[in-house]
């Protein structure tokens, strides 16, 4: 049995969860939910949310701010003072279990930044490799940002699944980048950010005869194509 089976779910309480736009559609249409529901941005000046992984984004409200956009936190009903994630469904505290056993509410609809956790491509991109977890993820003191009671072993990972889920969770992150820096060329307004997402991510299947690529392969000069290249 996973050790998450009867967890607390410490990262869920710790950690502000970086989605991508794939991450942010999935939700939107498997769980019927606006983008507002449970969408934010945090304001990153000192990069320690995106930690290089996530890209910041910037909004003309604030052009300086660089944000990353991640799932809402919200403050814990069960343990006051502390946050947990808007999807954690937390369970009822026991003399077994005093932090409670508490589960994600979506999943099997969880972004790939959850799914990967704790581990990490080796530089081939081809094997999944374990990532020492720390005792904490939040620097408060109270028991309920405590993250993996034991450490993880290659044993209780799926080394199919867990190698899939990074590979896809890489290519997302890259692609989400190129959606960022298309942004920051010229920052919108944070309220028009979900129409720009649904627009890019609606057109990512094409006709063939609307692969331009594929003209220039077949004796065409190659064309450099803005981002997203299917809307240019």
Known sequence: MSQCATCHAGCCRSFAVPVTGADIM???????????????????????????????????????????????????????????????????????????????????????ACRIFPTKLDRAGELAIL?????????????????????WEPADLDPIQQVQDLVVARYEMNFFFKLAAAWNRCPGDWLLFPEFLQSVYARRVLRQDEDRDDEAGQGEEPRVLPFPRLAA
């Open 131 to 151: 990532c020492e977890v720390p005792p904490s993820g939040n620097g408060d003191n109270h028991p309920v940002y405590r993250l993996c009671a034991k450490t």
């Open 26 to 112: 999935r939700i939107m249409n498997q769980r019927r939910l606006s983008f507002w529901d449970f969408v934010w941005r945090w304001a990153d000046p000192d990069g320690k949310i995106a930690l290089h992984y996530a890209p910041h984004f910037h909004f003309q409200d604030q052009p300086e701010v660089p944000f990353v956009i991640t799932l809402r936190q919200e403050l814990s009903s069960q343990f006051p003072g502390t946050t947990r994630c808007g999807f954690l469904a937390e369970g009822e505290q026991s003399s077994a279990h005093p932090l409670g056993i508490s589960q994600c509410g979506i999943y099997g609809d969880r972004p790939s």
